[in-house]
């Protein structure tokens, strides 16, 4: 079955870019859209957005001045950039598949997520 | 946004008792054309990602136990959990698909 795994720097300092790869194994990214979601220590979760296997984007809106999708149809791969980062940036994040080809529907399955701690 | 809001913020239950967790929505997540609700539920165990239980508010995920059950249209939906395991000991959470920005609730504790 599918399967997706993050990957990336652990630590990133303030005011720097936090860069994350999600890798897809057991199926291809196309068809489908892709999620990026992160959970504060002890806290909700939240939705960052989407990007399809087209490279279409939809970004939530009050991260969307620092945030970047892109997709690697190629290596199956997709990946976050998300600049000037702050301490309320430090999460576990999370990628995610949109459950549905071609609509986004529910997400499934999940990565087992990566924790990024944003300090000095 | 569509805000998720859930009730109670924690619960705690015994073995084989039946929990109920409500979700509202601040706007309709049934959309018209299909009558389906846009709504679906997860289950998160302590470092673990969330996993799906139910998507368009009551269809079961396959693999789930049919001790989960949901229900609810339009604003109000209810996850149902039968005969309480040790094993249900999570955050629950309800999410719209309806429209972006994608919301989740707040979560659920349940405890045993």
């Known amino acids: 079955q599918v399967q997706l795994q993050e990957s990336g720097p652990g630590l990133v300092k303030p005011s720097e870019t936090l860069s994350l790869t999600c890798s897809v194994s057991?199926?291809?990214?196309?068809?489908?859209?892709w999620m990026w979601i992160r959970q504060p220590p002890g806290k909700g979760l939240e939705w960052i957005g989407h990007?399809?296997?087209?490279?279409?984007?939809n970004y939530k809106p009050s991260l969307k001045s620092r945030v970047t999708f892109s997709v690697d149809t190629s290596k199956n791969q997709f990946s976050l950039k998300l600049n000037s980062v702050t301490a309320a940036d430090t999460a576990v994040y999370y990628c995610a598949r949109g459950a549905v080809a071609g609509i986004v529907g529910w997400f499934d399955p999940w990565g087992q997520g990566t924790l990024v701690t944003v300090s000095s | 946004d569509i805000v998720m809001t859930q009730s109670p913020d924690s619960l705690a239950m015994s073995l084989g008792e039946r929990a109920t967790i409500n979700c509202k929505s601040s706007?309709?997540?049934?959309?018209?054309?299909?009558?389906?609700?846009?709504l679906a539920w997860y289950q998160q165990k302590p470092g673990q990602p969330p996993k799906l239980l139910i998507y368009w508010a009551s269809t079961r995920e396959s693999g789930v136990p049919d001790r989960f059950s949901g229900s609810g249209s339009g604003t109000d939906f209810t996850l149902t959990i039968s005969n309480l395991q040790a094993e249900d000991v999570a955050v629950y959470y309800c999410q719209q698909y309806y429209g972006t920005p994608y919301t989740f609730g707040q979560g659920t504790k349940l405890e045993i």
């Open positions: 057991g199926g291809s990214i196309s068809s489908y859209y």
């Open positions: 706007q309709n997540v049934l959309y018209s054309s299909n009558k389906k609700n846009y």
């Open positions: 990007i399809s296997y087209s490279g279409s984007t």
